[in-house]
C-alpha cells in the first residue's frame, strides 16, 4: 500500500492516500460539486463532494469514481454545485477514462464486485478476478462472524493488472516513485485502485515456486487494503497505525500452494512472516511492542521494515485469535478518527491500553501465544 507524508493539511508529499465512506452531512444528501482545476499543466473536471474546504478556499475533494483530490486555491478555475446528489458512475463510464489512457490493448472484465482493467493473458486476468471475489466473500464474512456486519463498497473497486514487469514499471513510477523497481503490485489510497503484474508474464499463476506464492499473496494483500478502505473498516485521511493495516492485510494475504487456485482460507499461518519472527524473537527489545504501536517508523525504515511487519502480522493473529471483541471494538474506534488528524504516540499507546490493557501483561501473553501456538510448527 502507498502512503503519503504530510507537511501541512494542503500540502502533501508522495502518493496521496485518502477516501471517506458516507454521503451524508447532518443528515442531509450532500449535493454534486462540479471543481475545474489544473495540477501539473493538466486541466481537470470532477463531479462529486467537499470532504473539507479550507479558509483559503483550498479543497479536499471526492470525485464521484472514488478518487480524492487535494486542490489548493490557486488551482481551482470553475466550481459550481447544484441540487442533485453525488451519482456515483456505472463501473464501464467510472474506468473510461483509465481505459482511454493506457490503450486500446487494455480490456475490461467486470465481476460482481470488481472491474478489472487488464492487457494481461486472459486465464491470468480470469484468476486474478476469480482471487478478488473469493476474498471478497470470505472478508465479509469473517468479519460479519466477529461482529462487525460492514456496509458494500460505495465505489466500483478497480483493479489494473500488466502483462509484464517493464509496463507495470512505467505505470507505477509516477504513482510510487523509486519503489516500483521493487515492489510487485500496490494499492493507491488515492485513485483507490490497486495495480499490480503477472511476475509469470504469461507462464500462468500455477507454474509453482516462491515468485507465484508472492504474485498470490501481494494480490491478495493489496486487495485486502482496497476492501479495508472501501467497506468503513478503516477510514483514510484519519489516523491509521501501519501496524494495524499491514498487520491485517499480512493475516489475510497467507497463500495456499495445495489450492489449485492457491489461496484457501482467511487467517492461515504465514510462513514467510513465521519464519521471520521467529530469527527476530531472540533478539527482540524489552520494547519492541511499544515501539511497534507508539508511531510507524519501524515499518516504514527499510532496515527495519521486515522484522516490524513480521511483529505486526504476529500481533494481530493473535489478538484476532484471542482478543477478537477487543480487536473489533479498538478498530472501529480506530475507523471514527477525524480526518486529518494524527495521534502522537503516547494517544496512540493510551488508546491500545484502553483496548488489551496493561502493555507489559500483554506483551507477556504475546510472546508465550506466539511460542506456542505459532513458531512451533
Not at 478556499?57 to 489548493?72: P, R, S
Not at 486555491?73 to 459550481?80: A, G, S, T, V
Amino acid at each position: 500500500m502507498l502512503r503519503n507524508r504530510n507537511l501541512n493539511v494542503w500540502t502533501l508529499l508522495g502518493v496521496t492516500w485518502m477516501l471517506i465512506f458516507t454521503t451524508l452531512l447532518a443528515g442531509k444528501v450532500v449535493a454534486a460539486d462540479h471543481v475545474t482545476f489544473v495540477q501539473g499543466g493538466q486541466t481537470f473536471k470532477v463531479c462529486g463532494e467537499a470532504l473539507l474546504e479550507a479558509q483559503d478556499g483550498g479543497l479536499l475533494f471526492q470525485a464521484n469514481d472514488g478518487q480524492i483530490w487535494t486542490i489548493q486555491p490557486e488551482e481551482i478555475k470553475d466550481r459550481k454545485q447544484d441540487s442533485m446528489p453525488v451519482e456515483i458512475p456505472s463501473p464501464e463510464v467510472a474506468v473510461a477514462e483509465l481505459v482511454a489512457t493506457l490503450g486500446s490493448e487494455f480490456r475490461v472484465m467486470q465481476t460482481a464486485h470488481y472491474v478489472v482493467v487488464s492487457n494481461a493473458d486472459a486465464p491470468f486476468v480470469e484468476y486474478c478476478a476469480g482471487l478478488f471475489e473469493k476474498l471478497y466473500k470470505g472478508f465479509y464474512a469473517f468479519w460479519k462472524n466477529n461482529g462487525w456486519d460492514l456496509p458494500e463498497p460505495r465505489f466500483p473497486l478497480v483493479a489494473l493488472v500488466f502483462e509484464d514487469k517493464a509496463s507495470f514499471q512505467r505505470y507505477a513510477r509516477p504513482e510510487a516513485g523509486d519503489a516500483a523497481e521493487s515492489i510487485i503490485g500496490y494499492y493507491n489510497l488515492q485513485t483507490n485502485r490497486m495495480t499490480t503484474y503477472d511476475i509469470g508474464e504469461g507462464a500462468g499463476v500455477r507454474a509453482g515456486g516462491f515468485l507465484v506464492d508472492r504474485n498470490i499473496a501481494t494480490l491478495v494483500h493489496e486487495a485486502t487494503h482496497q476492501l479495508a478502505y472501501n467497506c468503513g473498516l478503516q477510514k483514510r485521511y484519519a489516523d491509521n497505525p501501519y501496524w494495524v493495516s499491514e498487520g491485517m492485510a499480512v493475516f489475510f494475504e497467507s497463500p495456499d500452494l495445495k489450492r489449485g487456485d492457491g489461496w484457501r482460507e482467511i487467517g492461515r499461518i504465514n510462513e514467510v512472516n513465521r519464519l521471520r519472527f521467529a530469527q527476530y524473537l531472540p533478539q527482540r527489545p524489552a520494547d519492541s511492542l511499544v515501539t511497534l504501536l507508539q508511531d510507524d517508523s519501524r515499518l516504514t525504515n527499510s532496515a527495519t521494515a521486515s522484522f516490524a511487519y513480521a511483529e505486526a502480522w504476529a500481533l494481530t493473529y493473535f489478538l484476532l485469535k484471542t482478543k477478537p471483541k477487543q480487536y473489533v471494538a479498538y478498530l472501529k474506534q480506530l475507523s471514527e478518527g477525524e480526518y486529518l488528524e494524527s495521534l502522537g504516540p503516547r494517544e496512540r499507546l493510551q488508546m491500545f491500553r484502553d483496548a488489551f490493557g496493561d502493555l507489559q501483561k500483554l506483551d507477556r501473553q504475546f510472546i508465550a501465544y506466539t511460542r506456542r501456538f505459532v513458531l512451533r510448527r
